[in-house]
């Protein structure tokens, strides 16, 4: 991503890097979370789980900045992240 | 094409502590905004850090009236419409409990308005989250007080005549002391909304508009939820302070969201401790809930 | 647990029966009132609000019966002894939370001054008839127990007693009173608070996770459940099993309201309370309820005078119906008579169970007034032949 102001403390900024968690059994293939993941991870699968959706999958995983919209989103409690610390890149990068 | 059939992962989703996992999957249709809002209950009860024992959520009848029994809380699930009067109650008699109300606009409005309205009057402080997807839709689909002008439901099949209630105003002008207005996809806004409306003190109401996907997008040919939630993305006009005559929804009409109201004004109990006062004098007692505040 | 010195006003007192039912409440221990003005029961609520600020009680007017009724659940849920009263009218709108509180199992109390119905009827002048509604007035299926005063001291103790079968049961107690009982002013001799016993609400010993709302016990009746205790508990007015989850089939209504019916069937002998007099040797038993046992006397006494064998019976407790008994007489007597304020509600059940082993009459009218003594003595004088 490009800035076209960079931040004084640019060095010490990293950017958060989340680990999906899809709880497939519980989707009910709203969509929603493909609809509004502001880094476009996600997609609805071609798979099917045992009620007969499509639960996402992640397409591009290390994207994810766990930003939580998903979760905050999903309206069946059907997928979270979690942060991981040691992955963060930094943002001067 | 192959099916793949997995094992219920065990991992636990954050808002689990919060849940009754034993009661989920809910019954609320694919796309429905019920979830939605839940989670943002539970973020705002997560992130108040309130002490979870002394949270208690009251919910009427309705697809809105089953939140009360998916969370894991002391939780009510009462009769249509009565809600609002049960939690009445239940605050008096345990003022030192936060009390939330969450159902949906059939319930709160339509069956139970003459209570939304008084207890907002009185200034009890309760916290009133109505879910309003314009249509009664636990019954399929029938009109509400809320359906706007024009739009189908199984019961207006060639179109919606009546004026609809302006919710925000409704509750304002009835005394609520914090109003707001935010959909189902304004999450992290309607969780903070929420919050405010748990801190703080008296009537609070926040109206959230949530897709029905099975009969109001169904029945007007609007799609999914999802599409609703894009309509949301689309047409939602943040108006901090709006004059509230000017935030009724018509169909199909852009929907204006915001904090409307945040006022001060003695709660019930301050003007009933009031009132005790003026009447008594030091003899008076200020009233510390029903079993002397134990 | 003995009545709280500051709740009684120990004494005589010269009061009608609605201010004699908001003593008794107070002695009880009542601590919020959710009521709405009807005629004849305000006095009930105007009692309440004129002593609760200094007792630490809270009453509120709410805005209909229908809130009246929730609030005092939602109250007694919050762990405190909640009562509302009203009359006809309002009768009927809280029967929709009355069948909320028998089906969430809450312990309250509810008085229905009875006027003349039905509708608006006659809101200044007594009846008898919601007895019925009592009985079966919410929809589906559950028992009940009713307490008919007959007089403003009676009042004051039954509604004391309500109380303690509210919590005894963990349900909601009716006090069916009317517009002459709660009228009528009388001496009322409330006792010193240590001659007041009072049942306290039982409570789960449980720990949180292992309580459940609506655990089965052999005596039928679950323990509370409190509130802000971290029990995390859900309680549903829809057919519910143990856990008080909702459970849509067959089977758990099958056991949902078995409970209901069994806990006050299994219980009924105790909870039954009748005044009987004369009954060992008579021909003829005369039975009623509220003021109306009180009209019958001037009859009673003169037929006794001319020799008939009559004996009374006062239900104190109107339901559950005194079914054994009434069976047990209905074999030995020649007749039996209901008298009560409406064409025949209570009656039916006597009827039932006299299960045509005697005659049975009713001496009944619309209501407005009480019975003229003569219709009772020409019924007796009937019933005798």
């Given at each position: 991503?490009?800035?076209?102001?960079?931040?004084?403390?640019?060095?010490?900024?990293?950017?958060?890097?989340?680990?999906?968690?899809?709880?497939?059994?519980?989707?009910?293939?709203?969509?929603?979370?493909?609809?509004?993941?502001?880094?476009?991870?996600?997609?609805?699968?071609?798979?099917?789980?045992?009620?007969?959706?499509?639960?996402?999958?992640?397409?591009?995983?290390?994207?994810?900045?766990?930003?939580?919209?998903?979760?905050?989103?999903?309206?069946?409690?059907?997928?979270?992240?979690?942060?991981?610390?040691?992955?963060?890149?930094?943002?001067?990068? | 094409?192959?099916?793949?059939?997995?094992?219920?992962?065990?991992?636990?989703?954050?808002?689990?502590?919060?849940?009754?996992?034993?009661?989920?999957?809910?019954?609320?249709?694919?796309?429905?905004?019920?979830?939605?809002?839940?989670?943002?209950?539970?973020?705002?009860?997560?992130?108040?850090?309130?002490?979870?024992?002394?949270?208690?959520?009251?919910?009427?009848?309705?697809?809105?009236?089953?939140?009360?029994?998916?969370?894991?809380?002391?939780?009510?699930?009462?009769?249509?419409?009565?809600?609002?009067?049960?939690?009445?109650?239940?605050?008096?008699?345990?003022?030192?409990?936060?009390?939330?109300?969450?159902?949906?606009?059939?319930?709160?409005?339509?069956?139970?308005?003459?209570?939304?309205?008084?207890?907002?009057?009185?200034?009890?402080?309760?916290?009133?989250?109505?879910?309003?997807?314009?249509?009664?839709?636990?019954?399929?689909?029938?009109?509400?007080?809320?359906?706007?002008?024009?739009a189908r439901s199984a019961t207006s099949p060639y179109g919606n005549y009546e004026h609809p209630f302006n919710l925000p105003l409704l509750a304002a002008s009835s005394g609520a002391v914090y109003v707001a207005r935010w959909t189902a996809l304004h999450v992290r806004r309607l969780t903070t909304a929420i919050k405010e409306a748990i801190t703080k003190p008296g009537f609070s109401f926040v109206e959230v508009i949530a897709p029905c996907s099975t009969l109001y997008a169904?029945?007007?040919?609007?799609?999914?939820?999802?599409?609703?939630?894009?309509?949301?993305?689309?047409?939602?006009?943040?108006?901090?302070?709006?004059?509230?005559?000017?935030?009724?929804?018509?169909?199909?009409?852009?929907?204006?969201?915001?904090?409307?109201?945040?006022?001060?004004?003695?709660?019930?109990?301050?003007?009933?401790?009031?009132?005790?006062?003026?009447?008594?004098?030091?003899?008076?007692?200020?009233?510390?809930?029903?079993?002397?505040?134990? | 647990?003995?009545?709280?010195?500051?709740?009684?006003?120990?004494?005589?007192?010269?009061?009608?029966?609605?201010?004699?039912?908001?003593?008794?409440?107070?002695?009880?221990?009542?601590?919020?009132?959710?009521?709405?003005?009807?005629?004849?029961?305000?006095?009930?609520?105007?009692?309440?609000?004129?002593?609760?600020?200094?007792?630490?009680?809270?009453?509120?007017?709410?805005?209909?019966?229908?809130?009246?009724?929730?609030?005092?659940?939602?109250?007694?849920?919050?762990?405190?002894?909640?009562?509302?009263?009203?009359?006809?009218?309002?009768?009927?709108?809280?029967?929709?939370?009355?069948?909320?509180?028998?089906?969430?199992?809450?312990?309250?109390?509810?008085?229905?001054?009875?006027?003349?119905?039905?509708?608006?009827?006659?809101?200044?002048?007594?009846?008898?008839?919601?007895?019925?509604?009592?009985?079966?007035?919410?929809?589906?299926?559950?028992?009940?127990?009713?307490?008919?005063?007959?007089?403003?001291?009676?009042?004051?103790?039954?509604?004391?007693?309500?109380?303690?079968?509210?919590?005894?049961?963990?349900?909601?107690?009716?006090?069916?009173?009317?517009?002459?009982?709660?009228?009528?002013?009388?001496?009322?001799?409330?006792?010193?608070?240590?001659?007041?016993?009072?049942?306290?609400?039982?409570?789960?010993?449980?720990?949180?996770?292992?309580?459940?709302?609506?655990?089965?016990?052999?005596?039928?009746?679950?323990?509370?459940?409190?509130?802000?205790?971290?029990?995390?508990?859900?309680?549903?007015?829809?057919?519910?099993?143990?856990?008080?989850?909702?459970?849509?089939?067959?089977?758990?209504?099958?056991?949902?309201?078995?409970?209901?019916?069994?806990?006050?069937?299994?219980?009924?002998?105790?909870?039954?309370?009748?005044?009987?007099?004369?009954?060992?040797?008579?021909?003829?038993?005369?039975?009623?309820?509220?003021?109306?046992?009180?009209?019958?006397?001037?009859?009673?006494?003169?037929?006794?005078?001319?020799?008939?064998?009559?004996?009374?019976?006062?239900?104190?407790?109107?339901?559950?119906?005194?079914?054994?008994?009434?069976?047990?007489?209905?074999?030995?007597?020649?007749?039996?008579?209901?008298?009560?304020?409406?064409?025949?509600?209570?009656?039916?059940?006597?009827?039932?169970?006299?299960?045509?082993?005697?005659?049975?009459?009713?001496?009944?009218?619309?209501?407005?007034?009480?019975?003229?003594?003569?219709?009772?003595?020409?019924?007796?004088?009937?019933?005798?032949?």
């Amino acid at each position: 991503m490009e800035y076209w102001r960079t931040p004084l403390d640019i060095d010490k900024l990293k950017i958060p890097r989340g680990e999906l968690h899809i709880i497939k059994e519980r989707c009910k293939g709203c969509g929603f979370c493909v609809e509004y993941c502001p880094k476009g991870v996600l997609k609805l699968s071609e798979e099917f789980n045992s009620k007969g959706y499509h639960p996402p999958e992640a397409i591009n995983p290390d994207e994810c900045v766990n930003c939580d919209l998903c979760e905050m989103l999903c309206p069946d409690f059907a997928i979270y992240c979690v942060r991981i610390e040691a992955d963060e890149k930094e943002v001067a990068n | 094409m192959s099916v793949k059939v997995e094992e219920l992962v065990r991992e636990e989703h954050p808002m689990e502590k919060l849940l009754r996992m034993d009661r989920i999957p809910h019954i609320w249709c694919p796309t429905c905004g019920l979830g939605t809002t839940v989670t943002a209950l539970a973020a705002a009860l997560e992130q108040l850090e309130l002490d979870l024992d002394n949270v208690a959520v009251v919910s009427g009848i309705g697809c809105t009236g089953r939140v009360a029994g998916y969370m894991k809380l002391d939780s009510f699930h009462t009769t249509h419409g009565r809600a609002i009067p049960f939690a009445l109650g239940l605050h008096i008699a345990r003022p030192d409990l936060k009390v939330i109300v969450f159902s949906g606009d059939g319930d709160l409005i339509s069956i139970g308005g003459n209570h939304l309205i008084h207890t907002a009057r009185r200034n009890v402080d309760l916290t009133v989250i109505c879910v309003n997807n314009f249509i009664y839709a636990m019954t399929g689909g029938q009109v509400a007080p809320t359906t706007p002008i024009t739009a189908r439901s199984a019961t207006s099949p060639y179109g919606n005549y009546e004026h609809p209630f302006n919710l925000p105003l409704l509750a304002a002008s009835s005394g609520a002391v914090y109003v707001a207005r935010w959909t189902a996809l304004h999450v992290r806004r309607l969780t903070t909304a929420i919050k405010e409306a748990i801190t703080k003190p008296g009537f609070s109401f926040v109206e959230v508009i949530a897709p029905c996907s099975t009969l109001y997008a169904r029945l007007n040919k609007l799609g999914s939820g999802l599409d609703l939630m894009k309509f949301y993305h689309d047409n939602s006009v943040i108006r901090h302070g709006a004059d509230l005559k000017e935030v009724d929804i018509d169909y199909q009409s852009k929907i204006a969201v915001g904090k409307f109201i945040d006022i001060e004004k003695p709660t019930y109990i301050d003007c009933m401790n009031e009132g005790g006062k003026r009447a008594f004098g030091d003899k008076y007692k200020p009233y510390g809930g029903g079993n002397g505040g134990n | 647990m003995k009545a709280d010195p500051k709740n009684v006003l120990t004494g005589s007192h010269y009061l009608d029966g609605n201010y004699a039912c908001a003593e008794g409440a107070i002695a009880a221990g009542c601590k919020f009132f959710g009521g709405y003005p009807i005629t004849p029961s305000t006095e009930i609520a105007e009692r309440v609000s004129q002593r609760f600020p200094l007792l630490g009680g809270v009453f509120i007017q709410m805005e209909d019966e229908l809130a009246s009724m929730a609030s005092i659940l939602g109250s007694s849920w919050g762990g405190v002894k909640s009562m509302s009263c009203t009359s006809g009218p309002g009768f009927s709108l809280m029967m929709e939370n009355f069948g909320l509180g028998i089906m969430l199992e809450t312990p309250c109390v509810l008085v229905n001054v009875q006027r003349g119905g039905p509708s608006t009827g006659l809101p200044t002048l007594p009846g008898q008839a919601d007895m019925m509604q009592a009985r079966w007035g919410s929809h589906g299926d559950y028992e009940v127990i009713a307490l008919a005063p007959d007089s403003p001291q009676e009042s004051f103790e039954l509604v004391i007693h309500a109380f303690n079968l509210s919590e005894k049961y963990r349900m909601p107690v009716l006090v069916m009173t009317d517009e002459c009982v709660g009228h009528m002013t009388e001496k009322v001799v409330i006792p010193p608070a240590e001659e007041i016993e009072l049942l306290e609400r039982k409570y789960t010993d449980k720990k949180p996770g292992e309580a459940l709302p609506f655990e089965p016990t052999s005596d039928g009746v679950s323990p509370m459940i409190p509130i802000g205790k971290g029990h995390k508990f859900h309680i549903t007015g829809l057919t519910h099993d143990y856990r008080g989850y909702p459970v849509i089939n067959a089977e758990t209504q099958e056991k949902n309201v078995r409970r209901l019916i069994d806990k006050v069937n299994m219980h009924a002998d105790e909870i039954i309370w009748l005044e009987e007099k004369d009954v060992e040797d008579a021909e003829v038993v005369i039975m009623a309820y509220g003021i109306s046992s009180r009209v019958i006397q001037p009859a009673v006494a003169k037929a006794r005078k001319e020799g008939i064998k009559i004996g009374q019976i006062k239900m104190v407790t109107v339901w559950p119906f005194p079914e054994k008994r009434v069976r047990e007489l209905a074999g030995k007597v020649k007749s039996l008579i209901m008298v009560e304020m409406n064409y025949g509600q209570v009656f039916l059940e006597m009827d039932r169970c006299a299960a045509g082993k005697c005659r049975t009459y009713l001496v009944g009218h619309a209501g407005g007034t009480v019975h003229n003594a003569v219709d009772v003595y020409n019924t007796i004088k009937e019933a005798v032949k």
